[in-house]
């Protein structure tokens, strides 16, 4: 409209003026961005789909972005459970991953920066910030035709149109004006049988969040309140646990609005969550009870809530609390999860309740694929916590990277559904799920109970060798001491039969007795110890440096994790080792989990791995060596821990790892696929934790790959991240295919879960 020193007048209009408006068309539509928009139009674009992605805040992720700064989880639950090697995969886990080794310090800015990253570097997304949309235009009763949105920054409307949408909007406006089926609130134990369903006086709905920040300005500050601050801290039950050095959301209990309507209602709740926090600030600084606050400043205060719930809309099925806590199985399985089913007390921080009840499954759960589309609407998918859950399921699948996790499962099925012409319903057909699945697992999904069958991958024909492999006779003895005051368990993979003998190292006070137990767990593919094999008490004498044998006589049928348990004993020293590998763990007994009586939910012992620079493992010798990193493994469409390693290890003598894969005959690849370990079972909090390294010992730093006639075909200086995909500029023909390993990013031994290779 404007040229160089040009002034741009115009006259009066008696009619008035409409703002600019954009029709524009794609092949999907994404309405929301935080974390579940944002992985599902990176899903679909990285399939070839031209995506609209919308976002109505200046910034992605939601809240797990700077404007709320929530630490983004998912079933690791801060590995406080049982859900070893739990962290989710593909997309979720590429900027999981990317973010630790960017921001280890936990900086919320640095993390929005990294989604945008992901975002603008994707030619097949259109990004539009700061545009909400407010109107649904309908092609059918029941079909969407286009969206209708205003962004508040450049005045201008907008007219999507496209054959698929995305409601990743967090209250669903997408599929409430498109007049989906939805719910709000609590279902009754009566309708599916869930005992853990809520009571009117807990409340039927989670509220919304505020966090604030504190920052030592090296000097006294003075605070004055506004007005509208809570001038009564004693109406918080809980005032009396607010302190100087909680802050972000390890206050997340400071929470409202579980009893007001939490879409309409937001900006009431918003002004009461401010009230309370200006008034714990001003009880921190004015009431004279924390004299060490005299020079923090109140650095940041949340602009808008964290929302947790509001509606759920109907899919083809919907989750319940049998579905979480039993881990039952589906054949449409296309993520998981494993959080606890969380539920808060409807009044949050004015409650006299605890604020919240966690109770956990024993382990990890699938997500169906039909809790991903409306059954009402035809082209619309369901993404993020407005998907097909029950109040009480939602309780678990609320969290971010749980939803998340089922977001890139949306979006590769949006490809699936425009390659094919199929409507979102159609895809939960058997044969399209497999599809699906097959698609999800070849990007670095985990599906518990799904392994990797692909027709495509020239490497499962192929016969594999490799430069050395890892039998592992010991964990030298070259770690810390550790005092049994909790008891500690070695998680080994164990193959059908007997454990070998093994032998440990003790150092002890007094004169006493050790008990040494062989547990597994009683459901194969979990990892909770409840299942006591054998047991075997030791008499202890007065000295260190003991060394103590067991043979345990109990057997196993099937591969799967064991735990060789010390048992709590505080005169008992366990020597422990430096040296990690991946696929072993030490976990600690932390405590139990132990429900009240006929709410559905199991009673179980946590052991849960101390964060590492602790948790080493257990000083051992095996008298028969453990074979638990085959080179076969890397074909075994696999692609982490499950009930074996899976992984392939060489010798830790191997100055030079390389593993070859050879044919018959001459193929043609084009595109060579490499999983490496970046520790699944490191939670990776997002924001305000903080954590101590920035990369992960287990991964593979540097490689190369060469073709039979030793010509390299693609080399990497730098790696950190888990998938590494390789596009050759040209397909070659050869028959073989060597994968040097060549440096680690640290001093574990390096390993290789997978390779594929494509024409």
């Not at 524009?24 to 399939?47: F, P």
């Not at 286009?146 to 995305?166: D, G, I, R």
């Not at 454990?499 to 137990?517: C, M, N, Q, R, Y």
């Not at 075994?636 to 392939?648: I, K, V």
């Amino acid at each position: 409209m404007f040229e160089e020193n040009q002034m741009y007048v115009e006259p009066f209009n008696a009619d008035g003026r409409t703002s600019k408006h954009i029709t524009s068309e794609s092949d999907l539509v994404v309405v929301g961005g935080g974390w579940s928009g944002t992985t599902a139009a990176l899903a679909a674009a990285r399939q070839g789909l031209k995506v609209t992605l919308m976002q109505d805040r200046p910034v992605l992720g939601g809240n797990g972005s700077s404007e709320v700064r929530l630490w983004s989880l998912g079933a690791t639950s801060h590995m406080n459970n049982n859900n070893r090697w739990a962290r989710e995969g593909g997309i979720v886990d590429e900027i999981l991953v990317e973010n630790m080794y960017r921001n280890p310090e936990g900086n919320a800015l640095i993390f929005d920066t990294i989604l945008l990253e992901k975002i603008v570097e994707e030619s097949n997304i259109t990004l539009m910030l700061n545009t909400a949309v407010y109107h649904v235009n309908k092609s059918g009763s029941d079909t969407i035709g286009s969206v209708e949105a205003f962004c508040s920054q450049n005045s201008t409307h907008y007219t999507l149109k496209a054959p698929l949408f995305v409601d990743a909007s967090g209250d669903g406006i997408v599929a409430f004006q498109s007049g989906a089926a939805f719910r709000m609130g609590a279902e009754s134990t009566d309708e599916f049988g869930e005992k853990f369903a809520p009571s009117a006086d807990y409340g039927y709905l989670l509220g919304h969040s505020i966090y604030f920040y504190s920052k030592d300005v090296g000097k006294p500050v003075k605070f004055i309140p506004p007005s509208y601050a809570l001038d009564d801290i004693s109406q918080i039950p809980r005032f009396r646990s607010f302190n100087t050095q909680d802050y972000g959301c390890r206050l997340w209990w400071v929470e409202y609005g579980g009893r007001l309507d939490t879409v309409h209602d937001t900006e009431v709740i918003k002004w009461q969550l401010w009230k309370v926090v200006y008034g714990i600030w001003n009880h921190i600084k004015n009431s004279g009870e924390f004299p060490d606050a005299e020079n923090l400043t109140l650095e940041w205060v949340g602009h808008i809530p964290g929302k947790r719930e509001s509606r759920r809309f109907e899919g083809d099925y919907m989750m319940i609390q049998q579905d979480v806590i039993e881990q039952r199985q589906h054949y449409d399985a296309v993520a998981f999860g494993g959080w606890s089913v969380d539920l808060h007390p409807a009044d949050g921080i004015f409650s006299e309740r605890p604020g919240c009840d966690q109770w956990h499954a024993k382990g990890v759960y699938q997500i169906p694929y039909r809790t991903m589309y409306s059954r009402n609407i035809k082209n619309l998918f369901l993404a993020g916590r407005i998907m097909s859950v029950s109040h009480v399921a939602f309780g678990s699948s609320r969290v971010m990277l749980t939803l998340a996790n089922c977001a890139q499962a949306i979006g590769i099925a949006a490809a699936h559904c425009l390659q094919k012409n199929l409507l979102p319903a159609d895809m939960s057909q058997e044969e399209n799920i497999r599809l699906l699945q097959r698609d999800l697992l070849r990007i670095g999904q985990s599906i518990p109970g799904f392994k990797l069958e692909d027709a495509d991958d020239l490497a499962q024909q192929a016969t594999i060798s490799a430069s050395s492999t890892l039998a592992l006779s010991e964990l030298p003895d070259n770690g810390p001491l550790y005092p049994l005051e909790k008891s500690y368990a070695q998680m080994l993979p164990g193959r059908a039969g007997k454990l070998p003998k093994l032998s440990f190292t003790v150092d002890v006070k007094h004169a006493t007795s050790l008990d040494i137990e062989f547990r597994v767990c009683s459901r194969i593919g979990s990892y909770s110890p409840d299942t006591m094999l054998e047991k075997i008490c030791r008499d202890l004498n007065v000295g260190t440096n003991q060394t103590i044998d067991v043979a345990f006589d109990a057997e196993i049928d099937a591969d799967q994790y064991v735990f060789v348990c010390f048992m709590r004993n505080p005169d008992v020293h366990l020597h422990l080792s430096d040296e990690r590998v991946t696929g072993l763990l030490a976990v600690h007994h932390r405590n139990n989990q132990e429900p009240p009586e006929d709410i559905g939910v199991d009673t179980f012992e946590f052991w849960t791995p101390p964060r590492r620079p602790a948790g080493q493992n257990v000083a051992m010798k095996f008298v028969s060596p453990l074979a638990a990193y085959e080179s076969a493994y890397v074909t075994n469409g696999l692609s982490r821990p499950t009930t074996l390693t899976n992984a392939w290890v060489p010798a830790l003598s191997d100055t030079h790892p390389q593993i070859e894969l050879k044919w018959d005959q001459i193929q043609a690849i084009r595109e060579i696929v490499l999983l490496f370990d970046t520790d699944y079972d490191h939670a990776m909090e997002t924001v305000l934790l903080g954590h101590p390294e920035n990369v992960m010992p287990f991964c593979v730093r540097k490689y190369r790959i060469s073709d039979a006639a030793g010509t390299i075909l693609a080399e990497c200086d730098e790696n950190h991240q888990t998938v590494n995909r390789i596009v050759l500029d040209q397909s070659i023909e050869t028959n073989q295919i060597r994968v040097e390993l060549l440096e680690n990013n640290g001093d574990a031994p390096p390993a290789l879960f997978a390779i594929r290779c494509y024409a």
